[in-house]
């Protein structure tokens, strides 16, 4: 019995290790430390498919043809969703997927936020904030004071 324990736990561990990368960050394009790309500083424009959503304010734009590399995390200006594990957090990163998913968006960098760009995205004429209030996600992270003062 002692044997089979072991081995389950093992096989635990082993799982636990294996599934650490799939949980790493998939964008990389704006490093931890460093400078920050030129391309991406203040002002500049950026546009690509999105291919990754994190939650209901945070995407993957593919700027370029390097996976992961050349993918920039925004974190949206102008709509601030509830944390991922809050109530609505899971609602907000859902319609985000719906509403952007695979389509290509067109940002405007407001500079760096951590190892992500604050930017304002838009879909076609209308931006990504607006979209979501239109799609009836509440607005609810810790930004939302500063986003109510930019509209």
Do not use: N
């Not at 509403?99 to 076609?124: M, P």
């Amino acid at each position: 019995m002692h044997r089979r324990l072991m081995a389950f736990l093992l096989a635990g561990a082993a799982l636990a290790c294996a599934a650490g990368p799939a949980l790493a960050d998939p964008c990389r394009a704006v490093p931890q430390k460093g400078p920050m790309p030129a391309s991406l500083a203040r002002g500049e424009r950026f546009s690509g498919p999105v291919v990754h959503i994190a939650d209901g304010d945070s995407l993957c734009v593919a700027v370029g043809p390097r996976r992961g590399a050349d993918w920039v995390e925004v974190r949206l200006a102008d709509f601030h969703a509830p944390e991922l594990k809050a109530p609505g957090g899971r609602e907000a990163r859902d319609a985000l997927k719906g509403i952007t998913g695979g389509r290509r968006v067109d940002c405007v960098s407001r500079g760096r936020t951590w190892d992500r760009v604050a930017a304002d995205c838009r879909l076609g004429d209308q931006s990504l904030g607006d979209r979501m209030r239109a799609a009836g996600v509440a607005e609810g992270g810790r930004g939302r004071g500063e986003a109510a003062r930019r509209r």
